[in-house]
């Protein structure tokens, strides 16, 4: 493969949701571009792109997959992305590396929830978007639905290139409003037949060449001109009006395939060399530093590593951009984030797990390396005297947690690192060893995502586990004011240890005025605030410490031992043992010996009078609340509502945004550990949602009590 420049490299992703043909359509265009001799299929377990074991055994994309194509003297890079929610890392990774996107559609189901969630993305990122409209020779397939679901969506700025000349099993031409040709093909495919527009088409075909004419020039005052001079536009002008209205976003232009037959794709790849933007031609990534860099040749070296994967005899596979500069076979890099140094031995231009060996890569094209030493997923490397770095993707919170060991005890860290690995090849995995809940949590993006978790490691590494459910982070508190004292006394020979403390607890809230007089069984007890201390808990909340000891009652350099024991007991509440929170303890008199008081005398005392004071404060438990969004469409809303309602959920607000109902709802972490099975379920797949810490609050009297017996069991058992 030759070396090509900046200017002659298109990178584009593949997106839509599952079941829309992304994969296939990608095995018709590595067929176009003569890469592979014969197409494979999802059924025949052959395709290019979902080559991982776990892919074949679930005829589903897990992994995205980077594939090139030459064309028109152009390189094509592409990277085909899973469609499923539960693997939008890879969408994520691709957009943030890619200058176009394009929006696979199944024409039986048009404008899926899984198709708006990957056009937020594109959004998000700016990236110009063209929309192939797929399967159209499918019993169902509904070209003019489809187009009217993204009309929804973007309005006038949706312009279809192309429109079928029939739906269903008789599909077999297209008439191309761009060319103002009639494409027709054989039943098996392949290249078409160019004839001219039939006359029943011809009005059809003149008002959208119209439409395409008019939506091409407005992105050109130039073009603009011309157009309102001669009421046309030649096929090179409308060109370039399309692309500049792809780079600003004022156009998306659709397209029909059946990538099954290889029905179009040869004509939408045309486009795709002839007029989507090069890599020059869009906006320049900037570094952490906030610094623009253009992808030229001649700048310093500079590679963004966006994907890891693992592949059997050859171990890590690392995927680059060249953000700048040129790399060479050989070459050696600083990694701007780990400080290492690394050293280039092969570059390749890839078709999934086919690598082809180049000796050169330049600013804007995308490669892979191997057996590199110290090299992670998001990490920077660069030539001598630049010090670029880029850190701009970003992945979406995880919404589906598990606990998870292995069955064998003695494989704890092996697992640990099979993890760790598998994590550099999805950093939408969350892995966190939670000293709080003593459990390995793992959390993803949804059910299937930990499924697929569960069939590598016991199916690749050869390590049975087990997913268990996740323990909830409770917290404890308090709802009243409580006072209690304790004396610790004890005599064994030599020196004993004593030391008494005398102390109120309340619940803390911010801006609570100063202590002043408490009242418990007719006695008042009024504090004179010597010193307060307020400590951020790590765990969430507060607990302030006022020192209001009078007449050297207790001798300062106690204080932080009487601390010390309640800090301990704070880590473990009396009612189930969980972190405790809010409280304001004010230590107002105790006593001490001259010989025998000691710090662990006074930890103690401190200890045990502030769990005894909890105990008598009205405790309550706390239970972490999480604000959740649902994307539903508008004939499932009622289902959905009717099982967040019985989830304890309390709903927020509710709007709809292209196509798809969005509801906001405050729901407690507990109630949502299958919720993604759940709303999967309801919905048919249809419906997506995202879940953010929100706040903890008082759990209900009845959940209380059921958390309590459980706790008591618990500690029957030991």
Request: charged share 25%.
């Amino acid at each position: 493969m030759k070396v090509y420049q900046s200017n002659e490299i298109k990178n584009i992703s593949i997106l839509g949701s599952s079941g829309s043909g992304k994969t296939t359509l990608a095995e018709a265009m590595l067929y176009e571009g003569g890469i592979i001799k014969r197409r494979g299929t999802v059924e025949g377990k052959n395709t290019v792109s979902d080559y991982f074991p776990v892919e074949k055994e679930y005829g589903y994309s897990v992994f995205s997959t980077v594939f090139s194509v030459e064309w028109l003297g152009r390189k094509l890079n592409f990277i085909d992305c899973p469609g499923s929610d539960d693997f939008v890392g890879g969408a994520v990774s691709a957009l943030n590396v890619t200058d176009t996107a394009l929006m696979v559609l199944n024409a039986q189901y048009g404008v899926e929830v899984g198709t708006i969630n990957q056009l937020r993305y594109a959004e998000k990122f700016k990236k110009p978007v063209i929309f192939i409209v797929n399967q159209l020779d499918l019993e169902k397939a509904d070209y003019e639905a489809t187009v009217a679901g993204l009309k929804e969506l973007y309005g006038g700025k949706v312009v279809p290139i192309q429109y079928p000349v029939s739906c269903g099993p008789s599909f077999n031409a297209v008439v191309d409003v761009l060319k103002m040709k009639m494409y027709q093909w054989k039943p098996e495919g392949g290249v078409p037949e160019v004839l001219e527009i039939p006359a029943a088409e011809l009005a059809t075909a003149k008002e959208l060449n119209q439409a395409l004419i008019e939506a091409a020039a407005e992105n050109d005052e130039t073009l603009m001109e011309k157009f309102f001079e001669q009421g046309s536009l030649t096929e090179d002008e409308m060109r370039e009006g399309i692309r500049k209205g792809l780079i600003a976003r004022d156009m998306f232009p659709v397209f029909c395939v059946c990538a099954e037959r290889d029905m179009c794709v040869r004509r939408t790849m045309e486009f795709l060399g002839n007029v989507v933007p090069f890599v020059d031609e869009m906006p320049k990534p900037v570094t952490v530093t906030g610094e623009e860099v253009a992808p030229d040749a001649d700048g310093p070296t500079s590679l963004f590593f966006f994907k890891t994967t693992v592949e059997p005899h050859i171990g890590e596979v690392s995927y680059f951009k060249v953000m700048s500069g040129k790399v060479k076979e050989g070459e050696d890099l600083q990694n701007a984030d780990r400080g290492s140094k690394e050293r280039i031995a092969q570059i390749f231009s890839v078709a999934g797990q086919t690598r082809n060996k180049v000796d050169e890569m330049v600013a804007g094209d995308i490669g892979a390396t191997v057996k590199l030493k110290d090299v992670r997923t998001g990490n920077t490397l660069n030539g001598k005297g630049c010090d670029y770095r880029f850190d701009f993707v970003k992945y979406p919170d995880p919404k589906f947690r598990r606990a998870i060991r292995a069955k064998n005890e003695a494989d704890a860290e092996k697992l640990s690192e099979i993890l760790t690995r598998m994590k550099e090849e999805d950093p939408t995995w969350v892995v966190e060893q939670s000293k709080e809940l003593k459990q390995l949590i793992v959390s993803g993006q949804g059910e299937f995502h930990l499924r697929i978790l569960k069939w590598r490691i016991e199916n690749n590494d050869k390590l049975p586990i087990e997913f268990e459910e996740c323990k909830i982070p409770y917290r404890e508190t308090i709802t009243k004011a409580a006072r209690a004292d304790y004396r610790h006394k004890k005599q064994s020979g030599g020196a004993g240890q004593f030391g008494e403390v005398h102390l109120i607890v309340e619940p803390y809230y911010e801006g609570m005025p100063a202590p002043d007089t408490y009242k418990f069984n007719n006695q008042e007890y009024r504090m004179n605030v010597r010193d307060t201390q307020v400590i951020e808990l790590e765990w969430g909340g507060k607990v302030v410490f006022v020192n209001c000891i009078v007449g050297g009652a207790i001798d300062a350099r106690f204080l932080p031992a009487i601390l010390k024991g309640i800090m301990a007991r704070m880590e473990q509440g009396p009612l189930t043992g969980s972190y405790a929170r809010d409280v304001r303890i004010c230590v107002y008199d105790g006593k001490m010996h001259p010989v025998d008081s000691n710090e662990i005398s006074f930890m103690l005392a401190g200890r045990n009078a502030f769990s005894e004071a909890f105990k008598n404060a009205g405790p309550k438990i706390l239970e972490p609340i999480y604000d959740v969004e649902v994307s539903v469409p508008a004939d499932k809303l009622g289902d959905v509502m009717s099982d967040l309602q019985g989830r304890r959920a309390l709903i927020m607000g509710m709007n709809s945004e292209k196509g798809y109902e969005k509801l906001q709802a405050k729901v407690p972490l507990k109630e949502m550990s299958t919720y993604s099975t759940s709303l999967s379920s309801i919905t048919g797949g249809r419906a997506s949602f995202t879940m953010k810490f929100a706040n903890y609050e008082l759990v209900p009297t009845d959940v209380q009590d059921k958390l309590l017996k459980a706790y008591e069991a618990t500690q029957t058992d030991e």
